[in-house]
């Protein structure tokens, strides 16, 4: 029992540093598309580099580079080109999964540095609790401080607070004075290197090596997770342990109906279609009214200005 | 502007992205000439050759028809890899329960095909306007299901005798092959490539030439006014669906009876997605899509023979496609904003 | 200390929004813009509050010349801007509105926020509930809440624009007492406007712009006519008014109440006869609007009924007032009435009723052809909805319009176009009425209430305020009508 929660908790912890970034990205109203893609090359990067220098670290630093600099080129291309967020991060999704096998060909099957685990002294000695949170590396304490940054960032902070406003309504916050396409770049490029990271995380903790199936469709997961999690850190959060489950009981299930392990990874779709349908039921959004002390929490709202242009007209 | 100086941009930009092309090759250490002769030689350097690109491209012109359809109606079909697959699955089931001879057989797989599309884009659709999931996310959640049903019934009720293996189904009684043309000594791919010209026609009658399409393009370009004009804008975008999951469908028949003979997981073979980077490039036109369409699986069937001959990653193609489309789309965002410029200097911030 | 506005010029195109504009503004003053709706009042403010940037001129507060390129820059110069919608963030609360965009630290001392909030709205006499959404306030308690921010963040020059659209009588008096308090406290108050009740009322002084210039400036009071006739220029009134008779009821409209965003109109009687031309005016958001999407079965009426010739249409959807004969031509003429990307040729098909499944595009364009004659048309049957001008568009609508209407609504018709055009659109538009055809218009535009109606409805904050029959009202007097006054 102890065993499957810890393994829930480190499959989810990549997860959790993606959703996190593309939380940050579409509240300030930039959708970053790119995922599927931006995880891949930025897994097979951070592997290619930590094998050549022997330093997993570097890697990290690589693949956060990577994922800042496909969400460059789409915050450059939307906010200057005005071209659509949708159409340039499919394509560059198509592109950058294209361009991680090509340059990644090489080392399929090698193996490289790893993250070393890191259990936190006394805390990890606490019965169950401790195993089961504090029995892990760095990436996964990376995650939790994620989580806890994010929102914190979000609800405790007046940065924070701008920008959720240049997400819902940028004209308005231009008005106050806060500049609205400059700041919608930065965010965007600092959600795309935490995808970068959680990439790098895949090749050197999670699954260490690189081969084309590793993040195989967790972009696309990670985009739907952030929509499930109504664009709010700590449910985004429920939604990537949610999954992070599913993913580790589809791997004990394995074990004991072994016809079945093909289908299982393709479970969360339709889930994810319904749990969308769910968020978006007039039923859920009477539970919200119900409680208008956790609305932050319980709505469903996308930033209003979400994949729009702004222009001081 | 004249339309020579339309062309510049797009040309500087495939210029551009050949450039980018050659310098990921010299990253690599391949020798870039050769790897681009190659990448021709691979898909049209001999008749067979030829006949495998034609056949390849027959699928991509029946994806890329149904995705100009969507996009005319502004909907992003990201749904059409799964009613590709979906398609392939019902003609496959034809294919296994129908007896009789080809002429019965054959017509009815290319129907179940589209039926198979149709309903599955359907689907997308009543989830966009009756449950306001957006069509990117049902239907991209609708590829994966049809992915995991495509191995769930190669892997289970329809595995080959005695084995359970991802490699397919067991192949069709050959009354279910699209049967080929014979000359130059290779078999060619002619249904196919009529189904898929034929496709691209259609799509380009209905939007030239009829009433539905001139009300579609309404609809996508401006949702409220085709409302006040008397249009019913959700029976319209569930029609675009329909269409363009009909003909994905038959893509995934020309899939399963022309190319693989039998049903395979990866029975799309990626040519939804592929489509929609052809139609991008296409400017969501129908008139471009053959010559484009015929010029990425050139790449991709191309690119195939590197992995062989140089030890280099197929994906190359893919790369090189994806570069290419990402350039021009920025060279044509470029000339715009060059363009309004000039007219309007004052309006600038 | 003084706002001075020095010789402002700012030109979108081949208009001159502000032509020069050059006034000043002294300390503790509550001073009035006025002007009708396009004369330029707007665009000045947005420069005066940083949205926009002048080609050229200058700003001067206090004998400082202001570098006014952001609305940041102006508000560290102490110029807050109260828009005329306000710009809240609606599924925030009132706190969180309140202090995003507020200077300070990085942490956000949410109690230190609302201990400002009290006092400040409390200084001012506001009362709010912190946590409440803004979504849930009234368009007056937005303004409170955007007025208390400004008084927050330090600003010294208040700009109101059109403040009193949308909000209820009682707190309009309110608002009145709350500025009137602010300019007593020596603050520059400038309060923009087209209501010659509410300028009269409440301000010190007057600056009348027109057409991008300073027309008129003075210390109130000045009369009425004086800033009618400055606002408007001379109205004039043709007096080739042909006389259709009208026939009997087309159009009945009883104890309707619609409501729509904002606005509301309570208890409606109105009746419409064949062949009768009615005129709404009223400032922008009276209830004109609403009235005509009420009539097109655009907005569902809450109580009351609607029937055309005879016809009850009160719950009826769109597609069945367009099959009673009943044509809604919107105000937005590309984003509402025309489609980009599409031909005139396209257009002409899309409006017909022709159902065959193939277009017969010879026939089309034949038909575009003798369109684009009869409606004199710059463009070809292939030129698309965006490359025609304002006035090519109106036509293009025009032609557009099936032939037998019953019942046709109108939204600014010629709002843009220039004199030739608007007779045009006219000429054709009271050729219908020999077919009986009744029509409804909204216009801002006084000369056309009154050269083209047969009776004109006043709209004054959502209800009726007057129903005159066009010949028996001269301009002057329909300008007060406007602002809510009654010639005595």
Redesign the interface.
């Given at each position: 029992m102890e065993a499957t929660f810890n393994s829930i908790i480190a499959a989810a912890a990549p997860l959790i540093i993606a959703t996190m970034g593309e939380t940050i990205t579409e509240k300030s109203g930039v959708i970053n598309m790119s995922l599927e893609g931006s995880l891949r090359l930025s897994a097979m990067t951070a592997f290619a580099i930590a094998f050549w220098v022997g330093n997993a670290l570097v890697g990290f630093a690589a693949a956060a580079a990577v994922g800042a600099a496909i969400a460059a080129i789409i915050a450059f291309s939307s906010i200057r080109l005005k071209l659509n967020q949708i159409a340039v991060g499919f394509v560059l999704t198509l592109l950058a999964i294209e361009l991680a096998s090509f340059l990644g060909d090489s080392f399929v099957g090698e193996r490289g540095p790893r993250v070393p685990p890191l259990p936190i002294p006394f805390l990890s000695d606490i019965p169950f609790v401790g195993k089961v949170f504090f029995d892990h590396d760095l990436v996964v304490y990376f995650s939790y401080v994620a989580i806890f940054a994010t929102w914190w960032y979000f609800y405790r902070t007046r940065p924070g607070l701008n920008l959720q406003g240049i997400g819902e309504r940028p004209e308005a916050a231009f008005a106050r004075g806060i500049p609205v396409n400059m700041l919608r770049f930065w965010y965007t490029v600092l959600g795309g290197a935490m995808v970068g990271i959680a990439g790098a995380a895949y090749s050197l903790d999670v699954k260490l090596g690189w081969r084309e199936t590793l993040t195989l469709n967790l972009g696309w997961i990670a985009l739907a997770i952030v929509i499930f999690g109504g664009w709010h850190p700590l449910r985004v959060a429920f939604g990537a342990y949610l999954f992070g489950a599913l993913q580790v009981l589809a791997f004990q299930l394995q074990n004991v109906f072994p016809g079945v392990a093909q289908v299982l990874p393709i479970a969360p779709f339709p889930l994810m279609i319904l749990a969308l349908v769910f968020v978006y039921s007039d039923w859920f959004r009477r539970i919200g009214d119900r409680f208008p002390k956790m609305r932050n929490l319980l709505g469903s709202e996308a930033p209003a200005a979400m994949g729009t242009v702004f222009e001081r007209e | 502007m004249t339309r020579t100086q339309a062309a510049i941009p797009t040309l500087v930009a495939l210029a551009l992205a050949l450039t980018v092309g050659v310098a990921l090759l010299l990253v690599v250490g391949a020798p870039p000439i050769e790897t681009f002769r190659l990448l021709v030689e691979g898909s049209f350097g001999s008749a067979s050759k030829i006949s495998a690109t034609l056949l390849a491209w027959s699928p991509l012109l029946l994806a890329s028809a149904g995705l100009v359809i969507t996009f005319a109606a502004g909907l992003w079909n990201i749904g059409v890899e799964g009613q590709v697959i979906m398609g392939g699955i019902a003609a496959t089931w034809v294919a296994r329960t129908v007896p009789g001879p080809g002429w019965v057989l054959l017509p009815l797989m290319v129907l179940a095909g589209a039926v198979g599309g149709l309903l599955w884009a359907v689907l997308a659709g009543v989830l966009k306007t009756h449950g306001n999931v957006h069509e990117i996310f049902g239907g991209l959640g609708l590829d994966f299901v049809a992915a995991g049903l495509a191995t769930y019934l190669v892997i289970g009720p329809w595995k080959r005798a005695g084995v359970a293996s991802t490699s397919g189904t067991d192949i069709f009684r050959p009354e279910a092959w699209m049967p080929e043309l014979q000359a130059f000594g290779v078999g060619w791919p002619v249904i196919p490539v009529i189904l898929g010209l034929l496709s691209v026609l259609i799509v380009w009658m209905l939007l030239r030439g009829t009433l539905f399409g001139l009300r579609l393009k309404a609809v996508g370009s401006n949702p409220y006014s085709s409302f006040l004009l008397g249009i019913p804008t959700n029976r319209y975008m569930l029609g675009a669906f329909a269409i363009g999951g009909a003909l994905a469908g038959i893509a995934g028949t020309v899939q399963v009876a022309a190319f693989h003979h039998k049903l395979v997981p990866a029975i799309s073979g990626g040519y939804g997605f592929l489509g929609i980077l052809v139609v991008l490039l296409a400017g969501f036109s129908a008139v471009w899509i053959a010559p484009i369409a015929l010029f990425f699986v050139g790449i991709s069937v191309g690119s195939t023979q590197l992995d062989l001959q140089l030890g280099l990653d197929s994906a190359f193609g893919g790369v090189l496609q994806g570069i290419i489309v990402l350039f021009v789309m920025f060279g044509g965002a470029w000339s715009v904003r060059r363009a309004s410029n000039r007219l309007t200097p004052q309006e600038e911030p | 200390m003084a706002l001075e506005i020095r010789d402002i010029h700012k030109?979108?195109?081949p208009v001159r929004a502000s032509d020069g504009v050059t006034f000043t503004v002294d300390e503790g003053s509550l001073h009035g813009i006025l002007g009708e709706n396009g004369a330029g009042k707007s665009t000045l403010m947005?420069i005066l509050?940083g949205?926009?940037?002048a080609?050229s001129g200058a700003v001067v507060l206090d004998g400082e010349v202001l570098r006014l390129r952001?609305?940041?820059d102006?508000?560290?110069a102490g110029i807050g801007?109260l828009?005329q919608d306000p710009?809240?963030?609606?599924?925030?609360t009132v706190l969180?509105n309140f202090?995003?965009?507020?200077p300070?630290?990085?942490?956000?001392d949410r109690s230190a926020a609302e201990a400002e909030l009290k006092r400040v709205s409390g200084e001012l006499g506001f009362e709010f509930d912190p946590?409440r959404?803004v979504r849930d306030l009234t368009v007056g308690e937005r303004q409170q809440l955007s007025i208390t921010r400004l008084l927050w963040l330090g600003a010294r020059v208040l700009i109101f624009d059109e403040p009193t659209t949308g909000i209820s009588a009682s707190q309009r008096i309110q608002l009145f007492d709350t500025l009137r308090t602010l300019a007593a406290g020596g603050m520059i108050v400038l309060f923009v406007s087209h209501k010659l009740e509410e300028v009269e009322a409440l301000c010190d002084s007057v600056t009348v712009i027109r057409r991008g210039k300073v027309v008129y400036e003075a210390e109130m009071p000045v009369t009425s006519e004086t800033l009618v006739e400055k606002m408007f220029g001379n109205v004039f009134v043709e007096e080739e008014r042909t006389a259709v008779p009208l026939g009997d009821v087309m159009l009945r409209i009883e104890g309707a109440t619609l409501s729509e965003g904002t606005t509301r109109i309570e208890g409606l009687d109105l009746e419409v006869a064949r062949s009768e031309v009615v005129g709404l005016a009223g400032l922008e958001g009276s209830g004109q609007r609403t009235l005509l999407r009420a009539c097109a079965g655009l907005v569902q009426p809450e109580s009351g009924s609607f029937t055309v010739d005879g016809v009850d249409l009160t719950h009826a959807s769109?597609?069945e007032h367009?099959a009673a004969g009943v044509h809604?031509l919107?105000a937005g003429r590309l984003?509402?009435?025309?489609?980009?990307?599409?031909s005139i040729a396209?257009h002409l098909?899309?409006?017909s009723d022709?159902?065959?499944?193939?277009?017969d595009?010879k026939a089309a364009d034949t038909r575009a052809g003798a369109e684009i004659d009869e409606y004199s048309i710059k463009g070809r049957p292939s030129s698309v909805a965006e490359e025609l001008s304002g006035g090519n568009q109106q036509r293009l609508l025009l032609a557009m319009i099936p032939d037998e209407v019953r019942l046709l609504l109108l939204e600014h018709p010629t709002r843009g176009l220039d004199v030739e055009s608007t007779a045009f659109v006219w000429a054709r538009l009271l050729e219908r009425r020999e077919h009986g055809t009744a029509t409804v218009f909204a216009s801002a535009d006084l000369d056309e209430l009154l050269n083209y109606s047969d009776r004109i409805i006043v709209f004054f904050a959502g209800s009726v305020f007057a129903i005159r029959n066009a010949a028996e009202i001269d301009g002057e007097e329909l300008g007060y009508l406007i602002g809510g006054k009654v010639r005595t």
């Open positions: - | - | 030109r979108f195109g947005k509050s949205f926009y940037e080609d952001s609305p940041a102006a508000i560290d801007m828009h710009l809240v963030f609606l599924p925030f969180d202090a995003l965009g507020s300070g630290s990085v942490r956000l946590e959404l769109y597609r367009l809604y919107p984003e509402e009435g025309l489609v980009q990307g599409i396209e098909v899309l409006a022709e159902k065959a499944f193939f277009v595009w």
